[in-house]
């Protein structure tokens, strides 16, 4: 049987903003199957945004979201969850549940969305844990792990359902290296081993680079560039030059558009 090689995700002549400020504007990009695809910009660039559109928090105002070949922004809300159900999502900073433990944390998809009998949720809940290194963590609460185990406690439930979609919002941030470089490499070996299809947000270049097999560029609305982790680093285009070197300068300006310094501090009479 031959594998389906059309992207799981594409956005065509996609346009978002909040109010007169377009975020997205008339972008087209694809996120292949069973790939590693990161998302990565200067701050404000639209790269969460892109996940809130396809799991359906947003809604596209121009253009088409396809997930599967469906079109996420005119699903009512019964399609929507069913489309959701084949999606897992690591927010930032985990966003566990504080008053519930890790392994009802991670159950909690399982009691949510299927008929399972609790012998078999136990047994899911405990081989997802397992996955990520924490099936010995299954009675702590959130309040007794440090910042790596949330967010690997939080991936183990963004897993719980067998999803072919997991997207992670800046799963690297505010980790220690020892804990970053774990998370890197669990989101690359889950991806490989469990069939997934991710996509993740991140200002990491050296662990992107290590574990991405396309890397996005957004930048000024607009997709800077798609290509691999090699042709991203051998990019000439000065924006992206900017960014993979971390240049305090260039297309991305340090100041903010103001007025010049003329007006602002010209001498007084």
């Known amino acids: 049987m031959a594998l389906d090689a059309s992207p799981l995700v594409e956005l065509h002549n996609l346009t978002f903003g909040y109010g007169d400020r377009v975020i997205l504007d008339n972008i087209s990009l694809q996120i292949p199957r069973g790939k590693v695809t990161a998302l990565m910009g200067a701050s404000g660039g639209g790269k969460t945004t892109v996940l809130r559109l396809i799991g359906g928090q947003y809604r596209a105002q121009q253009g088409q979201l396809l997930f599967d070949g469906d079109d996420v922004t005119p699903m009512n809300q019964t399609q929507l969850y069913a489309a ?16 519930l433990d890790v392994f009802d ?14 012998e078999l949720i136990r047994d899911i809940v405990l081989m997802k844990l397992n996955a990520v290194g924490l099936r010995g963590a299954r009675d702590l609460r959130p309040s007794d792990l440090s910042g790596g185990m949330a967010r690997r406690v939080a991936l183990a439930r963004a897993i719980a359902l067998d999803p072919e979609l997991v997207m992670y919002d800046e799963p690297f941030a505010g980790l220690d290296p020892i804990s970053l470089g774990t998370a890197a490499r669990l989101i690359r070996q889950l991806n490989d081993t469990m069939g997934l299809t991710s996509v993740f947000v991140s200002h990491d270049l050296e662990e992107t680079f290590a574990i991405a097999d396309q890397v996005i560029i957004l930048a000024n609305g607009k997709v800077a560039m798609a290509g691999t982790p090699d042709e991203v680093k051998q990019s000439t285009d000065p924006l992206v030059h900017q960014y993979v070197n971390a240049l305090p300068d260039g297309p991305v300006r340090f100041h903010y558009p103001g007025p010049s310094v003329a007006e602002d501090f010209g001498v007084r009479r």
Do not use: C, K
């Open 84 to 99: 959701r159900r084949r999606m897992g999502m690591l927010f930032q900073f985990g966003a566990l549940f504080a008053d």
């Open 105 to 118: 944390n991670v159950a909690f998809p399982l009691r949510e969305h299927t008929n399972l009998s609790e």
